[in-house]
């Protein structure tokens, strides 16, 4: 284990080849004896090929690829929603049930970003307890929030995993992401909200993933993966009775 905590953003920056943002000889260092370290970077590696893909699927000959498969992993949710949504418009096409029931626009962005994990995602990365309870203090505090590990470990079948921050339109964007008992990846994305009111849960489907939205105490919530709308309003339930 390496003496020093490196951030999501070091190693994203380390990846990039962003040298002047990352501490690259501590990292490369670190690399050579610390699995979980490794597990990281490996998680916060983008399967490029697949993005290509899938992008290509979506409007092959309207969209340039090379520029896009580039984008930094930490903002990639950004690029490839941006070019997704470009490509439907060019192609005279709605964007489909998002679009119908009026969400916020962040939690479109959410959705496709999460579209592209798998189980390898997150099935090989381990922290210790304190590891995540150091990861999770700072990425909360991006958006004045506390959560502690225990207060996501609410369903013995849902382990959950990691966190990071990601951005929209210059405002925080929490990802909480858990792991299922059958390899189901699920993500928890929270922002703040200006609909202090609050709104009840509500059940949905974005990016073809089971999906529930709800606001509570000045925060909007996402919670989304696979297609088990049973496991995800489950989650859901419980993570709201928790005042999550």
């Not at 610390?34 to 290509?52: F, I, K, N, W």
């Not at 309870?133 to 369903?155: I, W």
């Not at 949905?204 to 509570?216: D, N």
Request: charged letters at 20%; glycine letters at 6%.
């Amino acid at each position: 284990m390496q003496d020093r905590y490196f951030s999501d953003e070091e190693l994203t920056a380390y990846l990039d080849g962003e040298f002047d943002f990352a501490p690259a000889a501590q990292i490369r260092l670190a690399l050579q004896n610390d699995p979980a370290l490794q597990a990281r970077m490996e998680a916060l590696t983008v399967d490029r090929s697949a993005l290509r893909e899938a992008v290509e699927e979506l409007a092959p000959d309207t969209i340039s690829i090379p520029a896009f498969v580039r984008a930094r992993p930490r903002r990639l949710f950004v690029a490839l929603s941006t070019v997704a949504v470009a490509a439907v418009f060019a192609l005279g096409v709605f964007v489909g049930a998002l679009r119908d029931t009026g969400l916020n626009g962040w939690m479109e962005y959410a959705a496709a970003y999460h579209a592209l994990y798998s189980t390898e995602t997150l099935a090989h990365f381990e922290q210790s307890r304190a590891g995540k309870d150091l990861e999770l203090d700072r990425v909360t505090a991006s958006v004045g929030k506390s959560l502690s590990v225990d207060a996501l470990s609410v369903l013995s079948d849902i382990a959950y995993r990691r966190a990071q921050v990601l951005s929209f339109e210059g405002q925080a964007l929490l990802q909480l992401s858990f792991l299922s008992d059958t390899g189901i990846p699920i993500a928890l994305c929270i922002t703040r909200s200006s609909d202090t009111d609050g709104q009840p849960l509500v059940m949905t489907r974005m990016e073809g993933m089971a999906s529930a939205v709800w606001s509570l105490d000045g925060y909007d919530y996402l919670l989304i993966g696979g297609q088990d709308d049973a496991l995800i309003e489950r989650l859901a339930e419980a993570l709201v009775e928790t005042g999550v």
